[in-house]
Each structure stands twice: as C-alpha cells, then as structure tokens.
C-alpha cells in the first residue's frame, strides 16, 4: 500500500475519533517504514505508541476537523506527544531535585489529595533562551506519560479588547478536559507587571484573568510557565506558583555531555569537541546541540561513522557566528 493511503488511513480514523483504527493505521505506517529499512524512525514511531499516549477527546478531533473553528482551540495550543526522558536533560543539582520531586508527586497525586496535601500544580522556569526550559517540561510530559498542551502566544495575545483575557479562559477550559503539562512559553507575554508605566489597562485584565484561571483550575494537570524576561512578571505571578526553576547557561562540563548525547550514534575521537570548549563561553545547551546536529546530518549525507575533528570544527564555526551576531544585538539592545 503506498504512504498516501496510508495517511489518508490515519487522517479518517482520527477525524472520526476511532482509536483503534487510527493505531492500526499507525502500525502499517510503522511497517511500512520497516520495509524501506528506515528502522531507527520505525523503532521511535512504534515507542510512541507503545507509550500509551492520549488519544484526542472527541471535541478536539472535532475542533481540529471544522473550519468554522479556525480561530478556536487549534489556534490558540498545540497538542504534543513527547518523547524526551529525563536522562536526556542536562539540569543544575538543584533544579534536577525539583524536576524529580513535580514527577513524583504526580505519581501519588491520590495519596497527597487524600491525605489532605496538595501536590505540586505549577512551576515557573526563568532564565535565559536556549538553556532548557521548553526541552524540561517536554521530558516531565513524557515521564508521567501525558500530552504537552503548548500554549501558541502568537495566537492568544489579541489587539482586541478582552479577546486575550478570553482567549487564556478557553486554554483553561479545554484542558480541564483531560490530564496535560500545560507549558505557557514566553509567558511575560501575558503576565507582566501591572505597574509598569508603559503598559495600558489590558495587560492588568490579562493578568487578573490568568490568576483567576489559575487559582480555579482544578484538573490533574502540571501548569509550567517559562520566561527570558523573569524581571518583567508582576509580583503576584511568582505568588502563584509552587516552585521556581532558575536554568543557568551549561558549564563546560554540561556541554561535553550535551555534545556526545547528541552524537551518540556515532564514533569519533575524544577532544574533537574539548578543544572548542575554552571558546564557548556563550554557547547555549541549544548551540551545542545545534552542532551536534550539524555533525550528524553530514555524516549520515556522506554514509560514515565517524566524525573527525575538522567536522566538529566547521559545524562549531557555524554555530559560533550565530552567537556572535546574537551577542551583537544583545548589546545593541541593552
């Protein structure tokens, strides 16, 4: 059967909400893949299913289907099914304590209710970009086995009177729906300080309605909000959420680790990307998994194994001039 029928199989068992069809339809898929001897995106296709992951309730398919909703719930979040365990995140002691305690909290989320104490609900994750936040509250939806509900801000925030305010409420109403990490980025969008000078009426309406979604929201689920801009939330934002999670650049260290997780599937030799450390002091865990990456697709294109220091040398060169002309306007900025 070709891939177009295929795919046509999982659109139509999923615009019907037939789960075991749409699973049936993504094993032939899986099998499909096998045949072509495409086994390491067969074997992570056939993880993610083997992981149990949510079907849509009948009221998102539906959503999703109709084109009179376009400005509803499709535009306004992502559903996302991750597969990124914790092992694969490179935290601070501090923060990988607190990560480990939101997990397992949810695990005996019935035995904390029970006894009268509440687990915890809600984490703020500061710092600056690149460093983690989003890749962290993948890895939390993946270890207790629930969708990311990722909140699309370049939909949610409107120009239109209260439509924002309005919009955060429908975000809040579809997930009550079901079990979520639901992981509002670039939250100083809706949650700055409301005694900034600069800000109009709006933006206290917005922020009055997160804390009144926040303060009533009562479903199973991990609310995660994450900033570059920490210093621009008002301060009954940081009131409402249960811990805080500071992620700091990567040490030399985090970037070793960061770099051979990345280029794990290959060989190469040990200092090919240690002699680039002393010059990576602005390097994200994003850049250097960035070079990582860049390593690995010319491998693959040039059908090798393994990796010398000059490849590692021309994708760190690449990565080092978009941190240059990010610092550069960084400091133009500030």
């Known amino acids: 059967m070709v891939q177009a029928d295929l795919v046509k199989k999982l659109l139509s068992s999923f615009k019907s909400n037939d789960k075991e069809g749409f699973i049936r339809a993504a094993n032939e898929v899986i099998g499909d893949e096998r045949k072509k001897n495409h086994h390491a995106l067969a074997d992570e296709m056939q993880s993610i299913i083997n992981r149990g992951a949510q079907f ?77 936040k989003t890749f962290t509250a993948q890895a939390i939806a993946t270890e207790i086995e629930v969708p990311l509900l990722y909140v699309r801000f370049d939909a949610i925030v409107s ?116 002699v680039f450390l002393p010059e990576m002091s602005d390097f994200t865990h994003n850049d250097v998994e960035r070079i990582a990456v860049e390593v690995a697709k010319k491998l693959l294109i040039e059908g090798r194994k393994m990796y010398t220091k000059e490849d590692v040398e021309q994708a760190f060169t690449h990565q080092k001039e978009l941190v240059s002309l990010r610092r550069t306007q960084y400091d133009s900025e500030g």
């Not at 959503?63 to 559903?79: D, E, T």
């Not at 008002?234 to 650049?249: E, G, P, S």
């Open 56 to 132: 849509p309730s009948k009221d998102m398919a539906t959503l999703m289907a109709s084109p009179g909703n376009s400005k509803v719930q499709p535009l306004l979040f992502q559903i996302i099914y991750p597969d990124k365990p914790l092992s694969h995140v490179v935290l601070s002691p501090v923060n990988k304590v607190k990560i480990e305690q939101i997990i397992r909290e949810f695990h005996k989320w019935d035995l904390l209710k029970n006894n009268g104490v509440d687990p915890i609900r809600t984490a703020l994750f500061y710092g600056p970009p690149g460093c983690g």
């Open 159 to 274: 120009s239109y009177l209260g439509e924002t305010s309005g919009n955060i409420r429908k975000v809040f109403d579809y997930a009550s729906n079901d079990r979520f990490v639901i992981l509002f980025d670039e939250f100083d969008a809706i949650a700055r300080s409301r005694n900034d000078q600069y800000e109009h009426g709006e933006i206290k309406r917005v922020v009055n309605a997160f804390l009144q979604q926040i303060d009533n929201f009562n479903s199973r689920s991990i609310i995660i909000a994450a900033t570059n801009f920490e210093q621009s939330l008002d301060y009954a934002i940081w009131r409402r959420f249960d811990t805080t999670l500071k992620f700091d650049m990567p040490s030399d260290a985090d970037r070793k680790y960061l770099f051979r997780l990345n280029i794990r599937r290959f060989a190469g030799a040990e200092n090919a990307f240690d």
